[in-house]
T-cell receptor, first 114, second 111 residues
Framework: DADVTQTPRNRITKTGKRIMLECSQT?????MYWYRQDPGLGLRLIYY???????NKGEISDGYSVSRQAQAKFSLSLESAIPNQTALYFC?????????????FGPGTRLTVL | GQSLEQPSEVTAVEGAIVQINCTYQ??????LSWYQQHDGGAPTFLSY????GLEETGRFSSFLSRSDSYGYLLLQELQMKDSASYFC????????????FGQGTELSVKP
């Protein structure tokens, strides 16, 4: 079984709808991250959480919110989706005790907002 | 601001050696990581440099020069399966495990 899972894997929605993307991990890591990827722009950090009670904004948090329901679960919400939020979204985890702070990525959610 | 620059595309032939460069301007720099991504799949960790010098892992090596704010990923004995996007990422010590990614280099390996 995959260590980092994301649901759904693909989603098509309409402008103005509320969308939630979910991430779960079985790696036992304390840190979790949400990124979006657009063609030619690499990975940009939306929000990150270093433990259940610690949530931080990343580079592009406007229009997004998150919830860290448990150490293993980190959800990303789009309160009112807009077309320029069409992108590939990745969740990642890392271990604060690791030497290199390697991040482990989920398979991604491809979101299309019409 | 925080930024990392890397070439957008590189092409090489099977069996050759290719170097992907990365220059960075980040405050609170702690180390440089490299990730590989195939066709929009999950990025996977390749290597990490916290100190100046070369780190070797099989066919892949990574180099860092902190004084020059520069690093590179060296891929030897290229194989077709190495065709992918490669991202450098700066680890920021003043923000825990936060990574800032470059825009990625798409490597095409030709027969």
């Amino acid at each position: 079984d995959a260590d980092v899972t994301q649901t759904p894997r693909n989603r098509i929605t309409k402008t103005g709808k509320r969308i939630m993307l979910e991430c779960s991990q079985t790696k036992g890591h304390d840190r979790m991250y949400w990124y979006r990827q657009d063609p030619g722009l690499g990975l940009r950090l939306i929000y990150y959480s270093f433990d259940v009670k610690d949530i931080n904004k990343g580079e592009i948090s406007d229009g997004y919110s998150v919830s860290r329901q448990a150490q293993a679960k980190f959800s990303l919400s789009l309160e009112s989706a807009i077309p320029n939020q069409t992108a590939l979204y990745f969740c990642a985890t890392s271990d604060s005790g690791g030497r290199t702070d390697t991040q482990y990525f989920g398979p991604g959610t491809r979101l299309t907002v019409l | 601001g925080q930024s990392l620059e890397q070439p957008s595309e590189v092409t090489a032939v099977e069996g050759a050696i290719v170097q992907i460069n990365c220059t960075y301007q980040t405050s609170g720099f702690y180390g440089l990581s490299w990730y590989q991504q195939h066709d929009g799949g999950a990025p996977t960790f390749l290597s990490y440099n916290a100190l100046d010098g070369l780190e070797e892992t099989g066919r892949f090596s990574s180099f860092l020069s902190r004084s020059d704010s520069y690093g590179y990923l060296l891929l030897q004995e290229l194989q077709m399966k190495d065709s992918a996007s490669y991202f450098c990422a700066s680890l920021l010590y003043n923000q825990g495990g936060k990574l800032i990614f470059g825009q990625g280099t798409e490597l095409s390996v030709k027969p």
